[in-house]
């Protein structure tokens, strides 16, 4: 048995919505996150993809696995109408060139943290064509919040994330996000009246033209932060 094997057979993929997943505790001297349906390691998801892309940082050394790739990433950001979540590819990126904004895939992987952000870092992605899979996993999900066995999720884990323990999908970018261009874009969106109705991208990307590139990144961080949602596609509204 491959030491794959193993390890899939000794951390089964839990099914489970997205917000099971942020509402979780990450342990990262374990690597494990604790949920309602207790440790988890490997999970199962059905969500549409709301964005993909592929990220390269110029003149930095990869953490990848393999520690001597190019630092390129393939990034999923999902919704499956309880949360969002970044799943990130490593390597053969054309094996996913299939799946576009829009697409409803499954998603099996594991939970990885860092910082205060969760993510998948997947094993297999798909795109769902039968939506009674769909149906099937949610009925799985209802019993299983329907049992006894549901248990407490404990208090956020303080852990040292310091640069020694960084996981595989680090990303150099994220060290020099500045809060305070978050703050603007917040700011921005209550000036629209955003407060009351939602703001198109197109109109934020016109006010933040000196951050563009970031400006997406910044928007689906403050999503995953509970401050701004989505009432439809690309308009953007504060909570």
């Known amino acids: 048995m491959t030491s794959d094997n193993i390890m899939r057979s ?23 996150l604790h949920t309602i349906f207790g440790k988890v390691r490997r999970v199962v998801i059905y969500a549409t993809v709301i964005d993909k892309r592929v990220i390269t940082s110029q003149n930095v050394e990869a953490i990848s696995e393999s520690g001597t790739e190019p630092k390129s990433r393939l990034i999923f950001e999902l919704d499956d109408g309880t949360g969002i979540i970044r799943a990130t590819i490593w390597e053969d990126f054309e094996k996913y060139s299939d799946i576009k904004k829009g697409s409803i895939v499954q998603i099996m992987g594991f939970i990885k943290q860092w910082r205060s952000y969760l993510s998948i870092s997947p094993e297999v ?96 961080e403050l999503e995953m932060e509970s401050r701004i949602y989505q009432p439809k596609e690309d308009f953007y509204q504060l909570i």
């Open 10 to 32: 000794r951390y089964p993929a839990i099914h489970c919505w997205i917000k099971h997943i942020l509402g979780g505790s990450y342990a990262s001297n374990d690597k494990v």
């Open 125 to 220: 992605i798909k795109i769902v064509d039968d939506p009674n899979l769909i149906l099937l996993g949610d009925a799985e999900i209802i019993k299983k919040l329907r049992s006894d066995n549901i248990v407490e999720v404990p208090e956020k884990f303080e852990e040292d994330l310091g640069i020694e323990n960084l996981p595989d999908e680090f990303e150099f970018d994220d060290l020099f996000i500045n809060d305070d261009d978050k703050e603007k874009i917040i700011e921005k969106i209550r000036e629209l009246g955003g407060d009351r109705e939602g703001i198109p991208y197109e109109v934020l990307k016109t006010e933040f033209k000196f951050m563009e590139e970031k400006l997406k990144k910044y928007l689906t």
